[in-house]
């Protein structure tokens, strides 16, 4: 099956390739940073 996007590029969306040891369909980008429980005073979760 042969499946075809319809719309404008999106230049800025930040993308790189599956990891050779990743296996699954969707991956995190490796510019995304992985932030713990309450990374700052007074807040609780940073959702990015």
């Known amino acids: ?4 996007i ?3 590029p999106l230049p800025n ?3 790189e ?3 050779n040891n990743c296996k699954d369909v969707v991956w995190r980008y490796s ?3 992985i932030l713990g429980w309450n ?3 007074k807040a609780a979760r940073i959702f990015n």
């Open 1 to 4: 099956m042969k499946r075809t």
């Open 6 to 8: 319809i719309g404008a």
């Open 13 to 15: 969306l930040p993308w």
């Open 17 to 19: 390739d599956r990891p």
């Open 31 to 33: 510019g995304n940073p």
């Open 39 to 41: 990374p700052i005073p």
